[in-house]
């Protein structure tokens, strides 16, 4: 006789409050606030909170991120580049996680994964020093079998899959690339948990592409940004929150009842 599958464990929100900043930022003063933002994430159901240094300061500040670290209770979830100004950063605030992400000031936004392989010797003195520290590090990757292999290969806790490209596919209605987009995430997900890695997800997630990736039982965590507080701007940003969560409350209790059918 099989064994039952085993169910999925609770599905994490982290919310990205970076778009916060750029508003406040487009005119200058505190307003809005990123850091009233976080607090109305956790109140409407984030379980964490994301937030991008970039080497431009173009949105989140540096000031933003020692006020996270003392006002909110919790975790915040430090994105970064491997560069020694953020290393500093980073073991000055020690927050709960850094996640590192490949980093370029022309680009809009970030374009694809980190390149774990060719950048492993640099990587694991980079990350053992965040360890030390008693750091959690994610690695922001591709769903990608190499890129998987190589961050377990130099101590990486964590890797997000960068789902952008599932998405786009999604939004521009390729049937055909769609399923291998979605195939391709959920053998990724089941070979970076088989390797002893957290596995967590995130890019262009929206109420339309949410589902799929929170029915994958092997991710635990879903970092969601410029689309809730782009919807906020209609829906409020508690509202927005709440339906993204439910969202990915319902689908990861469908998927637990399939594999207890």
Do not use: W
């Amino acid at each position: 006789m099989n064994a039952s599958p085993t169910k999925a464990p609770y599905l994490r929100l982290g919310v990205n409050i970076d778009h916060v900043a750029t508003i406040r930022n487009a005119r200058g003063g505190g307003h809005p606030d990123p850091v009233r933002a976080a607090h109305l994430a956790a109140e409407a159901g984030a379980d964490g909170i994301t937030a991008h240094l970039r080497e431009d300061r173009r949105h989140i500040s540096d000031e933003d991120i020692a006020r996270l670290m003392s006002e909110i209770e919790q975790p915040l979830n430090l994105e970064m580049a491997m560069t020694d100004e953020m290393l500093e950063i980073a073991l000055n605030h020690c927050p709960n996680a850094c996640c590192i992400v490949p980093e370029s000031r022309q680009e809009l936004t970030t374009e694809g994964g980190l390149d774990a392989v060719s950048m492993g010797k640099q990587l694991k003195a980079y990350i053992v020093k965040l360890k030390n520290a008693g750091i959690k590090v994610s690695l922001f990757i591709d769903p990608d079998m190499a890129q998987i292999e190589a961050s377990a290969g130099v101590g990486a806790d964590i890797v997000e899959f960068h789902t952008g490209p599932y998405c786009e596919a999604v939004i521009e209605g390729d049937r055909s690339k769609v399923p291998s987009e979605i195939d391709r995430l959920g053998e990724c997900a089941r070979a970076a948990a088989k390797s002893g890695l957290e596995v967590h997800a995130g890019h262009g997630l929206t109420f339309d592409t949410v589902d799929v990736v929170a029915a994958m039982p092997e991710i635990v965590e879903l970092n969601i940004g410029h689309f809730l507080i782009g919807e906020a701007i209609f829906g409020g940003l508690h509202s927005t929150i709440g339906r993204m969560r439910a969202l990915m409350d319902n689908a990861r209790a469908e998927a637990n009842g399939s594999a207890s059918a």
